[in-house]
């Protein structure tokens, strides 16, 4: 991580903006919150005062960011949702709703962990191709690789992040489950784990 010069914040929030909006609209269909989601992540980089100090981190640090905050902000509006529907059905909140909650969060953690510890160029590569929503032939195009090199990155990247998952105790059937979930509060295949 490098220090953030106010230039160099004005320069990142100009180029990457309006993909970041555009992004997370696609998650949570709602473009003001999408907007306030974005300039959440902003705001925390400038209140942190540093960035990633090469572009490709940068980009990915940014894309990962406003995907953690669409989907804290679908399962929010999940809890919320079925909240006021067991409250009106028994007045409480469930222990099972709870404890998803928790595993979310966990898992999100873990995911984020995983990712970081990619090897960079296979980072960068399952960045593209899941953050910001580039195909193969993209990246491959812009990396200057073949789209069967691309393909053997994305598919170590899942190898490494499935046994990262497994390896700190996320069961089988409760990362099964989170898949699926982020598949659904996504509105896309965020991972193809299996």
Known sequence: MEKLTELEFERMYGTYYGRLCAYSYRLVKNSEEAQELVDEVFMDMWEKGTK???EDKLRGYLFRSVLYKSANCLNRREV??????????????SEDQVNQLYAY??????????I????????????????SGLGNKEIAKELGVSVKAVEGHI???????????????VE???????????RKTSGELFFNFF
């Not at 969060?105 to 995983?114: F, P, R, S, T, V």
């Not at 598919?155 to 105790?169: D, E, F, N, Y």
């Open 172 to 182: 089988l059937v409760g990362l099964l489950m989170a898949v699926e979930v982020i």
């Open 116 to 131: 970081d510890n990619l090897p960079e160029r296979c980072r960068e590569v399952f960045e593209m191709s899941r953050f």
């Open 52 to 54: 990633p100090a090469e």
């Open 80 to 93: 919320r949702r079925k909240y006021e529907a067991e409250t009106i059905r028994t007045g409480t909140f």
């Open 105 to 114: 969060k966990e898992l999100y953690g873990e995911l984020d962990k995983a």
């Open 155 to 169: 598919t170590k990247a899942l190898s490494k992040i499935r046994t990262h998952l497994m390896s700190k105790g």
